[in-house]
């Protein structure tokens, strides 16, 4: 128990740090620098370009100078979602605990991960470990798996990869071994303006939109009739979805601006490539020569504003069946959020699956919360991995 209360006093700290996707990080990561610090270990940043955000990537036990054995790394993000505009009846950057729950932004997604896996590093330096630990703790996972990128620079030149990863994401403490990836895109449509009383003269870019937006819902709906399908999934098979639309100022004058967003969540055994060229290619070969006919500046720019890959690990994976082991429980299952993990597996070869304490359903939310039991379970399938390391 005495760990769990280091645990919720570190994640007390952990949660005052705004480290909203749009804010620094470096107070929280150095806070975990000197954390770990204290403790001997060094920690390595990976800085963003603007030096204001960071990964943190340290190594623990098994001779963690020069890891020559692959060990297992504990994945979480930094950063949290915005609070604003949300109804909350505490101070999301304090810790507040009441009715069995820790109340603050990032309690469930995912400080609380992150607090129990630094509550547990004396425990893991306490024993020698066969195999070492590491901690990657990202930034901008938030906005897109945007800032894991640097970190997994540095994890493809090391000389030893980590051999497995388990990403603490919040999933009540289940195996979860899959998940869908996620492309997203703008869409900028350039028409050529004119009075509305003489409309054909001018290019449409609402229109052309518009025209663009139902070829993307079309094939939604050709995904959902033919896949393929994952019937793990509540929806089995890839969804095309426009988000956001703008475009137009007046009535009287026919707009030549219209943008909108549009993302594609593939299951992981799908490559959406052949989809975004589909669009790609109905824009330029069916609308744009339309469009140039009328005014040779109009026309279609599609750019892709986010992505990652999806997850998906076999059941029977040997990672899979050992950490279900650990857990006593056998059940497993794919979820609709997105991680890092499919980063890990896909581009670095690491068998990854997600499981950490809390509930998804209480992120991102206001009067976000992980409830006492969840964070005891999260620290007990820690002091089981790290026993089990020693062994
Ligand atoms: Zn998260």
Redesign the pocket.
Known sequence: MSLNVTAQQILKQLVSFDTTSYKSNLALVEFVQNYLRDYGINSQLVPDASGKKANLYATIGANSERPDKGGIMLSG?TDVVPVAGQDWVTDPFTLVEQDGKLFARGSA??KGFIALVLSRVPAMLAQPLQLPFHLAFSYD??IGCVGVRGLLTLLEQLPVRPAMCIVG??TSMQVVIGHKGKASYRVQVTGHACHSGQAPLGVNAVDYGAQLVVYINNMAQQSALNGPFDYDYKVPYTTLHTGTIQGGTALNIVPNHCEFEFEIRYLAQQDPAPLVQKIADYAKFELEPKMKNVASESGINIVQTASYPGLLIEPEAELVTYVKGLLNNDAHSKVI?G?EGGLFQQQLGIPTLVCGPGNIDQ?HKANEYISLEQFTLGGQLLDRLIADMAN
């Open positions: 993000h997604d995912m996972e938030e994401e919040p959020f991680t992120a």
